[in-house]
């Protein structure tokens, strides 16, 4: 039986991101993220999904795709994705969303990082399931293009173990990653 | 640890499935279905993966889309990409893709249908996981749009227990049920 993660937010984050050459860029936005970790996000019981981007083109854009499927006629066609969307908040920054948070929740927010590369001091999607029971809201943060940089990994509180499979290759699409962590931070 | 599932082959099926309206269908191919599945399944270990169309345009662009990403300029510029996208073949019917494995493998093919809704009959992705050191070559079939058809998935040899959050809202994408079944059915 899963229970509610109902003090975990996620945030997709698309600046600072890596390039595939491992230069700092911001990425520009992908509709496929907003409804499948959105849809995620729902089915699993998450408190709210934040969509993080500076740029001013790509904040119109996500509030765009958001308007249509809430407020348009995607909402009307079909409602449960109306019900997922619904849950995207768009910020410029990672800080304006833990600010947001902080301001709604009134309590300490709990930053936590995810990489598809393997670093020593990371915690298990099983041990963030513990921590989630104490009495704090957590951000799990995720990075599109390449990943979060490494100095914004270590600006956060904690940093979540990559998922692996039984080889080296580990590149999974950010849709896959939030879904597999999601099940495996509320499920059994 | 992650165990190999090399006797574990994806199918993705667009015929026959549901429309939002509960109607049978032939959709229309997704590209990112093909990326993200293809993605997951190299890093799971899964042997194939094979997407099912019998509409012979959407069956040409599965093909360049392939061949953009494993001959084309997108493989050398995003190898690992090329990785994924190889795993992919295509077939009109799930017939036909059953016949290729049974020659391939030379031994029985056990079919495993997927769907968002419950039913009494199901096993569960541990199960799969304990059948899958079997010695026989196992399908999972998902469904796109609404999901297989019921005639579908009766005519498989098994039924997959649905992915379930804390509420009653499982509308996840098949990209994100592919990948958590997969993650699900290769770990511990």
Redesign the interface.
């Known amino acids: 039986?899963?229970?509610?993660?109902d003090n975990l937010y996620l945030a997709l984050v698309h600046y600072p991101v890596m390039n595939?050459k491992n230069m700092e860029i911001g990425s520009a936005l992908t509709n496929?993220d907003l409804?499948?970790i959105a849809?995620?996000c729902?089915?699993?019981?998450v408190r709210g999904y934040y969509v993080v981007t500076p740029f001013e083109d790509q904040v119109e854009l996500a509030d765009q795709i958001i308007r249509h499927w809430t407020h348009g006629k995607g909402g009307e066609?079909?409602p449960?994705?109306k019900?997922?969307l619904e849950m995207i908040r768009v910020t410029r920054t990672f800080e304006q969303a833990l600010e947001e948070i902080e301001k709604k929740d009134n309590r300490e927010v709990v930053t936590i990082a995810t990489s598809a590369r393997d670093s020593g001091d990371c915690i298990t999607p099983r041990e963030l399931k513990t921590r989630l029971k104490n009495n704090a809201s957590h951000v799990l943060a995720f990075g599109t293009a390449w990943g979060l940089t490494e100095g914004f990994i270590d600006s956060c509180n904690l940093r979540l173990a990559p998922?692996?499979?039984?080889?080296a290759?580990?590149?999974?699409?950010v849709?896959?990653?939030a879904?597999?962590y999601l099940?495996?931070i509320?499920?059994d």
């Open positions: 039986m899963a229970a509610p993660a595939r496929m409804h499948d849809r995620a729902r089915t699993f019981g066609l079909n449960s994705r019900e997922a998922i692996n499979g039984p080889g290759y580990n590149h999974l699409s849709r896959s990653a879904s597999i099940d495996r509320t499920n």
